[in-house]
């Protein structure tokens, strides 16, 4: 079993839609979360970090659910320039080190 | 302010050529990481530097490959020989206090 497993997609949503993405993780000592995001060709970057009260950032939430291991993150009004592949990352220490990325969930806004 | 910045950005060699990708980290980030991506295995940590030291080689594929980061703002990754199963995108990050962030990365693709 993958450390963290993600739904590679793609999913592909009209402009407006809200859509979800799922990552399980297996470690239940992790203790730190993260969303990054990836364009085309282009370096992962951070999106939001995952708390465990579940954190919004405009149209962006993350909820964390640590009993079954998942997290998740919600686009609501979803736009063009959502378009990217959307990494889970799950950190099993306490240091940058112990980052580990899922492979990734595939997002296509159509207009 | 400069992120991080790798060179090349792009390299085509042959078999049983050596490749040298290089990195120049945030200033003031202490930790520098050498990732590779590949559509098969996601990204994937090759090794991490801790105030220029390696702390963990252990992503390292074989001796084939080699790091060195003789200065805080310098890193290099070494492929010698290169073999065509070595073709990825090869990302440098550093960070300071968890978040990790990343250069645009050096695509390599050995025929």
């Known amino acids: 079993r993958k450390e963290v497993e993600q739904d590679p997609g793609p999913f592909n949503v009209p402009e407006g839609a809200t859509v979800a993405f799922n990552c399980t993780y297996s470690?239940?000592?992790?203790?730190?979360f993260f969303w990054y995001r990836q364009d085309c060709r282009k370096e992962p970057k951070l999106l939001m970090s995952?708390?465990?009260s579940g954190n919004e950032d405009g149209r962006f939430t993350a909820q964390l659910n640590r009993a079954s291991q998942y997290i998740s993150l919600l686009i609501r009004d979803s736009k063009l320039s959502d378009s990217a592949t959307y990494l889970c990352?799950?950190?099993?220490?306490?240091?940058?080190?112990?980052?580990?990325f899922g492979s990734g969930t595939q997002l296509t806004v159509l207009p | 302010d400069a992120g991080v910045i790798q060179s090349p950005r792009h390299e085509v060699t042959e078999m049983g050529q050596e490749v040298t990708l290089r990195c120049k980290p945030i200033s003031g980030h202490n930790s520098l990481f050498w990732y590779r991506q590949t559509m098969m295995r996601g990204l994937e940590l090759l090794i991490y530097?801790?105030?220029?030291?390696?702390?963990?080689d252990s992503g390292m594929p074989e001796d084939r490959f080699s790091a060195k980061m003789p200065n805080a703002s310098f890193s290099t990754l070494k492929i010698q020989p290169s073999e065509p199963r070595d073709s990825a995108v090869y990302f440098c990050?550093?960070?300071?206090?968890?978040?990790?962030?990343f250069g645009e990365g050096s695509r390599l693709t050995v025929l």
């Open positions: 995952v708390y465990s």
């Open positions: 470690n239940s000592a992790s203790q730190s």
């Open positions: 990352v799950v950190n099993m220490g306490g240091s940058a080190r112990q980052l580990t």
């Open positions: 990050a550093s960070s300071l206090s968890g978040e990790l962030f």
């Open positions: 530097f801790n105030n220029n030291v390696p702390i963990d």
